[in-house]
């Protein structure tokens, strides 16, 4: 299929907790072109991530591809990644990661947002098998925006509504050092 429609702020898969994938349902081809569709579709749009409620599929399946990003100094890389089932952990509370985020389902929009800075993450791949892995500072932010998806939760219910800003005025007016900060306390 490639590129998909995104669903945008309102509509109201956005806001349902998507359905477990059952195991035999990973190799189908159905779901290996929904996780192609998705991964074609976060390129298009340069997302660092998508999940599949984002272009209407209510099933338990994020993808994420983090490059050096000019609008976030420090985030670090992230080779593309494939959660089915995810699950996460905080692995401390006193590491958070706080950073404007913005959303291809809420275009325009940008807010700051505080999440646990060190995870770990459980889930299978395209195949079907688990994994798990330590998320740390900033990428671990971007896990729990995409995982936050899944549970019907989009970025502006978690920011701090004095925040939020066009993404213009984000450009202009907010500076750098502003943009994303490691807390450990």
Known sequence: MGVRPLLKLGHPTLRERAEEL????IST???QELIEDMIETMRAHHGAGLAAPQIGESVRI?????????????????????????VWTPLSDRVTVEMYEGCLSVPGLRGLVRRPGHILLRAMDREGKPFEHEFKGPLAAVVGHELDHLDGVLFVDRADPKTLTFTEKYDKFVENEKRLR???S
């Not at 059952?22 to 349902?25: G, I, Q, S, V, Y």
């Not at 994020?62 to 995810?86: F, H, K, M, Q, T």
Request: glycine share 6%.
């Open 22 to 25: 059952p195991l035999e349902a």
């Open 29 to 31: 081809a159905p779901i």
């Open 62 to 86: 994020a993808v994420a591809e983090v490059r050096d990003n000019p609008r976030y100094p420090g985030l670090g890389e992230l080779p593309l990644s494939i959660w089915i089932n995810p």
């Open 182 to 184: 490691v807390f450990q």
